[in-house]
């Protein structure tokens, strides 16, 4: 099970630009979390997807800023038109369908870092 | 979702057991005390979780107290690679995302 995935790692864009960043879930995982983590900050949660659908967008600034998870593919976060308070580290993480329990552990990836000029 | 309380900061010395202590004074019975920790600039690590029992895996040990108000997360031996910030997160069932906090950083020295 490769885990998470997450890329690019690094992505490099000038200001104006788009940035677009992917999220492979772990197999048999169906829930996507997208989170930001600006230099030196804590980890602020941005949207929660479920495939083909935005469950929690709560977190997400409300212009430039989409994300989706299709039927098929990886979860896209996507910023449009990107300026310099955007670069940060963009973490993704999936979760299996809610157990009975009600109990629901979060594996993170390691990040995409978006730095913008 | 209940608010956690954690200290800015802990030192350890290697070897040793890091106990790091969390209040959750508001939590109410159907919220699950989670514990995850980001070393470095990695993404944060699933650690353990609870109810109310107090459970044992392979990386640490969460007491829970009797009446659930706080609960400490314990690292029987401490070493360097544990160095991270680690958080307490208390979270509903049903709801499905994670509200982190600012955590505690530990520090593990030789």
């Known amino acids: 099970n490769a885990g998470v995935m997450q890329n690019p790692r690094h992505l490099v864009r000038r200001r104006g630009q788009e940035a677009r960043l992917r999220c492979s879930p772990m197999?048999?995982?169906?829930?996507v979390y997208w989170y930001r983590q600006l230099p030196e900050e804590g980890l602020k949660f941005m949207v929660y997807?479920?495939?083909?659908?935005?469950?929690?967008e709560s977190g997400m600034p409300k212009e430039r800023f989409s994300a989706e998870f299709p039927k098929e593919g990886p979860s896209i976060l996507r910023i449009q038109q990107v300026v310099r308070g955007d670069s940060a580290a963009y973490f993704c993480?999936?979760?299996?369908?809610?157990?009975?329990?009600?109990?629901?552990?979060?594996?993170f990836g390691a990040g995409s870092r978006l730095t913008v000029l | 979702d209940a608010k956690t309380t954690q200290p800015p900061s802990m030192d350890c010395a290697e070897g040793r057991a890091a106990n790091l202590p969390c209040n959750h004074s508001?939590?109410?019975?159907?919220?699950?005390v989670y514990w995850y920790r980001q070393i470095h600039s990695q993404g944060p690590q699933y650690i353990i979780h609870g109810l109310k029992n107090n459970e044992t895996n392979e990386m640490a040990s969460l007491i829970i107290t009797e009446d659930r108000k706080s609960s400490t997360l314990i690292l029987p031996h401490a070493t360097l690679r544990d160095t991270a910030v680690y958080y307490c997160i208390v979270r509903r069932t049903g709801f499905q995302k994670l509200v982190f906090g600012t955590g505690t950083r530990l520090l593990v020295s030789p």
């Open positions: 197999k048999g995982h169906s829930h």
């Open positions: 993480a999936s979760s299996p369908r809610q157990t009975l329990s009600g109990a629901n552990v979060l594996t």
């Open positions: 997807l479920q495939k083909e659908n935005i469950i929690d």
């Open positions: 508001t939590i109410s019975g159907n919220e699950y």
